[in-house]
């Protein structure tokens, strides 16, 4: 049995051959130029779509529900802090799932912010029951506060997060990206 090999299979082979030992050399071609997708870093704005939920499944928030992603600067401390290193690395389109300890979200419940009132503060037109949400000033700054517990003289508040002391998941979905453009010094 005689093989003939014509000059254009020869060709066809080496170069077949070449191209196999550079894929099982590891050699591939990776473009990091301009085409390559930008990353989220500290210092840019970011849209990220979201939903939150529990570790039972039940869902607390959602950028979904309200149709619109919500905008930060990453970085800035304008997210509890496992939400917003999470975004550190993405690019637009990319989603991931994350579970959060307390201490990377809203902490652990704190009892100095579990405070009595006396029930002359909430008015003489408020009648204060357990599970009613208020809105609390003090210095100038206003936040949320539950109450707690009430009986004929005290108010009980709880300042706390609502969701102190809780893992939270998010499934996040990097939905833009505007680079920051100021040259760092």
Known sequence: MKYRISRYSLWMVLGLVIALALV???CTTQDNGADAMPLAENGDT???HYRGYLDSGEDFDSSYDRGEPIAFVVGAGQMISGFDAAVVGMAVGETKTIHLTPEEAYGQPDETLIRP???EDFGNES????GDEY???SGGSQFPVVVVSVNETTVVIDANHPLAGENLNFDI???GLEKNTEAEN
Not at 127 to 130: A, G, L, V
């Open 127 to 130: 009648d204060p029951q357990p």
């Open 46 to 48: 970011v849209q990220v």
């Open 117 to 119: 009132f006396p029930r």
């Open 173 to 175: 979905e990097l939905a």
């Open 135 to 137: 809105i609390f000033s």
């Open 24 to 26: 099982s050399a590891g």
